[in-house]
């Protein structure tokens, strides 16, 4: 198995330019998360799905970002605009119905100019 | 508002050694906790976890224990390798709510193993 594969693995952008980042979960699991890392915060939580649905997305930190899950292999999380505040490592990670089953991918580093 | 703790930014210890990583919560309602492992460019990896209807929980060279009353959780590898040397987080979760698989991670430590 591959594990969860995110894209890019690095951006760099500008600020107000429309960022997003992909991931595709191991095949099978029903629970997909969206962490953002970052040196002030730790890691943190911003949103996840389970079947495809958005359960909890408290940790999503303004309207400005937002995650979709179209179907059981693909999930995006878009931020528009971006700003600089917003630079950050992204996890994305999948897992079944066990509570220790989340399995993490290698991260997405954005940069915000 | 913090409600996972890890105080110790860093911690060095020598190969053979143990080393012992600490982690504080706040929330009463956290009834399962994790330890996870990050290597710089990789995502976090489970290492081992607790219940809290345990106090002790051991896979190898990785025991975890856990003490409720002082809301307290500790991971203790022996012996230490070089290869252990990674940024180690404590995270936590609350049975109920569809809050199963929502985890609070604390800040990380990092240990470092000197050969």
């Known amino acids: 198995d591959a594990g969860v594969i995110q894209s890019p693995r690095h951006e760099v952008t500008e600020m107000g330019q429309e960022v997003t980042l992909r991931c595709k979960p191991i095949s099978g699991h029903d629970y997909l998360f969206w962490y953002r890392q970052t040196m002030m915060r730790g890691l943190e939580l911003l949103i996840y799905f389970n079947n495809n649905v958005p359960i909890d997305d408290s940790g999503m930190p303004e309207d400005r970002f937002s995650a979709k899950m179209p179907n059981a292999s693909f999930s995006t999380l878009k931020i528009q605009p971006s700003e600089p505040r917003d630079s950050a490592v992204y996890f994305c990670?999948?897992?079944?119905?066990?509570?220790?089953?989340?399995?993490f991918g290698p991260g997405t580093r954005l940069t915000v100019l | 508002d913090q409600q996972v703790k890890q105080n110790s930014p860093s911690l060095s210890v020598q190969e053979g050694r143990i080393s012992i990583l600490n982690c504080d919560y706040t929330n009463s309602m956290f009834d399962y906790f994790l330890w996870y492992k990050k290597y710089p460019a990789e995502g976090p990896t489970f290492l081992i976890s607790i219940s809290s209807i345990k106090d002790k929980n051991e896979d190898g060279r990785f025991t975890v224990f856990l003490n409720k009353s002082a809301k307290h959780l500790s991971l203790h590898i022996v012996p230490s390798q070089p290869g252990d040397s990674a940024v180690y987080f404590c995270?936590?979760?609350?049975?109920?709510?569809?809050?199963?698989?929502?985890?609070?991670f604390g800040k990380g430590t990092l240990l470092t193993v000197n050969p």
């Open positions: 995270a936590a979760s609350r049975v109920g709510g569809g809050s199963n698989y929502k985890l609070t």
């Open positions: 990670a999948s897992g079944g119905e066990g509570r220790d089953e989340q399995f």
